[in-house]
T-cell receptor, first 110, second 114 residues
Framework: GQNIDQPTEMTATEGAIVQINCTYQ??????LFWYQQHAGEAPTFLSY????GLEEKGRFSSFLSRSKGYSYLLLKELQMKDSASYLC???????????FGTGTRLKVLA | DSGVTQTPKHLITATGQRVTLRCSPR?????VYWYQQSLDQGLQFLIQ???????AKGNILERFSAQQFPDLHSELNLSSLELGDSALYFC?????????????FGPGTRLLVL
Protein backbone atom coordinates (compact mmCIF):
# COMPACT_ATOMS: atom_id res chain seq x y z
CA GLY A 1 0.00 0.00 0.00
CA GLN A 2 0.94 3.65 -0.11
CA ASN A 3 1.47 5.50 3.11
CA ILE A 4 2.90 8.71 4.52
CA ASP A 5 3.54 9.08 8.24
CA GLN A 6 4.11 12.28 10.19
CA PRO A 7 3.75 13.10 13.87
CA THR A 8 0.32 14.49 14.66
CA GLU A 9 1.40 17.38 16.86
CA MET A 10 4.55 19.15 17.96
CA THR A 11 5.20 22.06 20.29
CA ALA A 12 8.21 24.36 20.28
CA THR A 13 9.29 27.70 21.69
CA GLU A 14 9.65 30.96 19.80
CA GLY A 15 13.23 31.36 18.54
CA ALA A 16 13.96 27.63 18.73
CA ILE A 17 14.57 25.04 15.98
CA VAL A 18 12.13 22.24 15.22
CA GLN A 19 12.42 19.21 12.95
CA ILE A 20 9.29 17.60 11.50
CA ASN A 21 9.84 14.09 10.18
CA CYS A 22 8.06 12.31 7.37
CA THR A 23 8.39 8.69 6.26
CA TYR A 24 6.79 7.36 3.14
CA GLN A 25 6.08 4.14 1.31
CA UNK A 26 4.83 4.68 -2.23
CA UNK A 27 4.79 2.87 -5.52
CA UNK A 28 7.25 5.01 -7.44
CA UNK A 29 8.67 8.36 -6.47
CA UNK A 30 8.78 11.59 -8.40
CA UNK A 31 9.48 14.08 -5.65
CA LEU A 32 8.56 15.09 -2.13
CA PHE A 33 6.89 18.35 -1.21
CA TRP A 34 6.31 20.22 2.03
CA TYR A 35 3.36 22.56 2.39
CA GLN A 36 2.29 24.87 5.20
CA GLN A 37 -1.39 25.19 6.01
CA HIS A 38 -2.92 27.61 8.50
CA ALA A 39 -6.28 26.57 9.90
CA GLY A 40 -9.06 27.04 7.36
CA GLU A 41 -6.69 28.28 4.69
CA ALA A 42 -5.14 26.81 1.57
CA PRO A 43 -1.83 24.95 1.70
CA THR A 44 1.14 26.98 0.52
CA PHE A 45 4.27 25.51 -1.04
CA LEU A 46 7.43 25.43 1.09
CA SER A 47 9.90 23.07 -0.55
CA TYR A 48 10.53 20.34 -3.08
CA UNK A 49 13.10 17.53 -2.96
CA UNK A 50 13.72 14.99 -5.68
CA UNK A 51 17.40 14.18 -5.04
CA UNK A 52 18.96 13.10 -1.78
CA GLY A 53 20.27 15.87 0.39
CA LEU A 54 19.38 19.17 1.97
CA GLU A 55 17.56 22.06 0.31
CA GLU A 56 17.74 25.35 2.18
CA LYS A 57 15.38 28.29 1.80
CA GLY A 58 15.85 30.96 4.39
CA ARG A 59 14.58 29.76 7.76
CA PHE A 60 13.25 26.55 6.21
CA SER A 61 15.28 23.53 5.08
CA SER A 62 14.14 20.16 3.81
CA PHE A 63 16.08 16.91 3.66
CA LEU A 64 15.45 13.77 1.65
CA SER A 65 16.80 10.23 1.76
CA ARG A 66 15.17 8.19 -0.99
CA SER A 67 16.76 4.91 0.11
CA LYS A 68 15.24 5.31 3.58
CA GLY A 69 11.91 6.77 2.41
CA TYR A 70 12.52 9.64 4.80
CA SER A 71 12.35 13.40 4.79
CA TYR A 72 12.38 16.15 7.35
CA LEU A 73 11.48 19.81 7.42
CA LEU A 74 13.67 21.99 9.61
CA LEU A 75 12.34 25.31 10.81
CA LYS A 76 14.82 27.70 12.44
CA GLU A 77 14.29 30.85 14.50
CA LEU A 78 10.67 29.93 15.08
CA GLN A 79 8.12 32.70 15.03
CA MET A 80 4.57 32.70 16.34
CA LYS A 81 3.28 32.88 12.76
CA ASP A 82 4.88 29.48 12.11
CA SER A 83 2.08 27.88 14.14
CA ALA A 84 0.34 25.86 11.44
CA SER A 85 0.02 22.37 10.00
CA TYR A 86 2.88 21.10 7.88
CA LEU A 87 1.97 18.63 5.17
CA CYS A 88 4.35 16.16 3.60
CA UNK A 89 3.32 15.01 0.11
CA UNK A 90 4.79 12.58 -2.39
CA UNK A 91 4.36 12.66 -6.14
CA UNK A 92 4.26 9.08 -7.36
CA UNK A 93 5.90 8.41 -10.69
CA UNK A 94 3.90 6.85 -13.47
CA UNK A 95 0.51 7.46 -11.89
CA UNK A 96 0.75 11.24 -11.52
CA UNK A 97 -0.95 10.91 -8.17
CA UNK A 98 -0.18 12.95 -5.12
CA UNK A 99 -0.36 11.44 -1.67
CA PHE A 100 -0.52 13.76 1.30
CA GLY A 101 0.22 12.94 4.89
CA THR A 102 -2.34 13.99 7.48
CA GLY A 103 -0.06 16.82 8.54
CA THR A 104 1.82 17.83 11.67
CA ARG A 105 0.20 20.54 13.75
CA LEU A 106 2.97 22.78 15.11
CA LYS A 107 2.32 25.08 18.05
CA VAL A 108 4.87 27.79 18.71
CA LEU A 109 4.78 29.10 22.27
CA ALA A 110 6.05 32.45 23.45
CA ASP B 1 -2.52 35.13 -3.45
CA SER B 2 -1.70 31.95 -5.39
CA GLY B 3 -3.44 33.05 -8.58
CA VAL B 4 -5.89 30.15 -8.39
CA THR B 5 -9.50 31.18 -7.90
CA GLN B 6 -12.39 29.10 -6.62
CA THR B 7 -16.08 29.87 -6.39
CA PRO B 8 -18.15 29.88 -4.34
CA LYS B 9 -16.26 30.37 -1.06
CA HIS B 10 -19.07 28.89 0.99
CA LEU B 11 -21.94 26.61 0.07
CA ILE B 12 -24.75 25.35 2.28
CA THR B 13 -27.12 22.77 0.88
CA ALA B 14 -29.28 19.82 1.86
CA THR B 15 -28.78 16.09 1.59
CA GLY B 16 -29.67 14.67 -1.79
CA GLN B 17 -28.88 17.88 -3.62
CA ARG B 18 -26.29 18.52 -6.34
CA VAL B 19 -23.69 21.30 -6.40
CA THR B 20 -20.98 22.52 -8.76
CA LEU B 21 -17.68 23.93 -7.61
CA ARG B 22 -15.62 26.01 -9.99
CA CYS B 23 -11.87 26.55 -10.29
CA SER B 24 -9.76 28.79 -12.50
CA PRO B 25 -6.07 27.84 -12.59
CA ARG B 26 -3.12 30.21 -12.62
CA UNK B 27 -2.43 31.76 -15.98
CA UNK B 28 -0.45 29.28 -18.08
CA UNK B 29 -1.00 26.26 -15.84
CA UNK B 30 -2.38 23.27 -17.72
CA UNK B 31 -2.97 20.93 -14.78
CA VAL B 32 -5.83 21.14 -12.32
CA TYR B 33 -6.20 18.97 -9.22
CA TRP B 34 -9.14 18.56 -6.87
CA TYR B 35 -8.82 17.66 -3.19
CA GLN B 36 -11.22 17.07 -0.32
CA GLN B 37 -10.25 17.94 3.23
CA SER B 38 -12.62 16.91 6.00
CA LEU B 39 -12.35 18.20 9.56
CA ASP B 40 -9.03 17.09 11.06
CA GLN B 41 -8.29 14.97 8.01
CA GLY B 42 -5.50 15.17 5.51
CA LEU B 43 -5.93 16.22 1.94
CA GLN B 44 -7.54 13.48 -0.11
CA PHE B 45 -6.64 13.60 -3.78
CA LEU B 46 -9.75 13.28 -5.92
CA ILE B 47 -8.81 13.80 -9.56
CA GLN B 48 -6.38 15.54 -11.90
CA UNK B 49 -6.88 17.01 -15.35
CA UNK B 50 -4.19 18.03 -17.79
CA UNK B 51 -5.08 20.25 -20.73
CA UNK B 52 -8.66 19.02 -20.78
CA UNK B 53 -7.97 15.33 -20.32
CA UNK B 54 -8.35 13.27 -17.16
CA UNK B 55 -4.85 12.28 -16.04
CA ALA B 56 -5.17 10.62 -12.66
CA LYS B 57 -7.96 9.49 -10.40
CA GLY B 58 -7.76 9.20 -6.65
CA ASN B 59 -10.41 8.49 -4.06
CA ILE B 60 -13.25 10.07 -5.96
CA LEU B 61 -16.74 8.73 -5.33
CA GLU B 62 -18.96 7.73 -8.23
CA ARG B 63 -21.40 10.48 -7.13
CA PHE B 64 -18.67 13.01 -7.92
CA SER B 65 -17.48 14.01 -11.37
CA ALA B 66 -15.25 16.68 -12.81
CA GLN B 67 -14.19 18.17 -16.11
CA GLN B 68 -11.73 20.68 -17.48
CA PHE B 69 -12.92 23.01 -20.21
CA PRO B 70 -11.02 24.37 -23.25
CA ASP B 71 -10.27 27.60 -21.37
CA LEU B 72 -8.69 25.34 -18.69
CA HIS B 73 -11.11 26.17 -15.90
CA SER B 74 -12.48 23.14 -14.11
CA GLU B 75 -15.69 22.16 -12.38
CA LEU B 76 -16.29 19.54 -9.72
CA ASN B 77 -19.85 18.23 -9.57
CA LEU B 78 -21.08 16.62 -6.37
CA SER B 79 -24.44 14.87 -6.51
CA SER B 80 -26.75 12.99 -4.13
CA LEU B 81 -25.01 14.82 -1.34
CA GLU B 82 -24.62 13.18 2.05
CA LEU B 83 -23.79 14.68 5.44
CA GLY B 84 -20.31 13.18 5.19
CA ASP B 85 -19.56 15.21 2.08
CA SER B 86 -19.27 18.34 4.22
CA ALA B 87 -15.66 19.40 3.80
CA LEU B 88 -13.27 21.92 2.34
CA TYR B 89 -12.73 21.33 -1.36
CA PHE B 90 -9.50 22.66 -2.76
CA CYS B 91 -8.46 23.10 -6.32
CA UNK B 92 -4.78 23.38 -7.22
CA UNK B 93 -2.94 24.03 -10.46
CA UNK B 94 0.55 23.35 -11.69
CA UNK B 95 2.60 24.11 -14.75
CA UNK B 96 4.28 20.69 -14.96
CA UNK B 97 7.59 22.34 -15.72
CA UNK B 98 10.42 19.81 -15.81
CA UNK B 99 9.98 17.41 -12.90
CA UNK B 100 8.87 19.96 -10.34
CA UNK B 101 5.12 19.79 -10.21
CA UNK B 102 4.62 22.35 -7.49
CA UNK B 103 0.94 22.82 -6.90
CA UNK B 104 -0.58 26.18 -6.10
CA PHE B 105 -3.80 25.95 -4.15
CA GLY B 106 -6.92 28.05 -4.39
CA PRO B 107 -8.65 29.38 -1.25
CA GLY B 108 -11.09 26.47 -1.21
CA THR B 109 -14.86 26.04 -1.15
CA ARG B 110 -16.34 25.20 2.23
CA LEU B 111 -19.32 22.88 1.69
CA LEU B 112 -21.83 22.22 4.44
CA VAL B 113 -24.48 19.59 3.84
CA LEU B 114 -27.42 19.76 6.25
Amino acid sequence: GQNIDQPTEMTATEGAIVQINCTYQTSGFNGLFWYQQHAGEAPTFLSYNVLDGLEEKGRFSSFLSRSKGYSYLLLKELQMKDSASYLCAVSTSGTYKYIFGTGTRLKVLA
Amino acid sequence: DSGVTQTPKHLITATGQRVTLRCSPRSGDLSVYWYQQSLDQGLQFLIQYYNGEERAKGNILERFSAQQFPDLHSELNLSSLELGDSALYFCASSALRDREETQYFGPGTRLLVL
